[in-house]
């Protein structure tokens, strides 16, 4: 359930190094290893095994891969509309094409593939 693993790692990088330090757990190591799953690409996702020794900065780097994921699929969505309410749907399908070609994160691909697809 990403709402889970997305709402945990946002909390989490909200509090202090320490704080994060003290809610290790074998569950909380589960959740963030989810979060990496959906927000890494293939390679990365691979290479990163959370442990508890990189449990702190992997918690920083994915909040940061969520946060950059949100922000450009933001963008791409609104200029899709855009070009929708200009009736260009051809150039809406370059839009999200265009991000596809960036983005790295298997989330954000997801939603920006069911955005192409809605386009007539």
């Not at 959740?31 to 290479?47: F, Y």
């Not at 450009?72 to 991000?99: C, M, N, R, T």
Request: charged letters at 30%.
């Amino acid at each position: 359930m990403k709402n889970h693993e997305f709402d945990s790692l946002n909390l989490w990088a909200s509090w202090s190094d320490a704080e994060i330090e003290n809610i290790i757990s074998d569950d909380t190591i589960v959740v963030l290893q989810r979060a990496v799953q959906h927000l890494s690409d293939e390679v990365q996702s691979s290479r990163i095994i959370v442990n508890r020794d990189n449990f702190v900065s992997t918690v920083r780097e994915m909040r940061k891969l969520y946060a950059d994921g949100s922000r450009l699929l933001g963008q791409a969505i609104l200029e899709a509309s855009d070009w929708l309410d200009k009736q260009e749907p051809a150039k809406a399908k370059e839009v999200y094409e265009h991000f596809l070609s960036l983005c790295a994160s298997k989330f954000y691909r997801d939603i920006a593939r069911n955005q192409l697809k809605k386009i007539p």
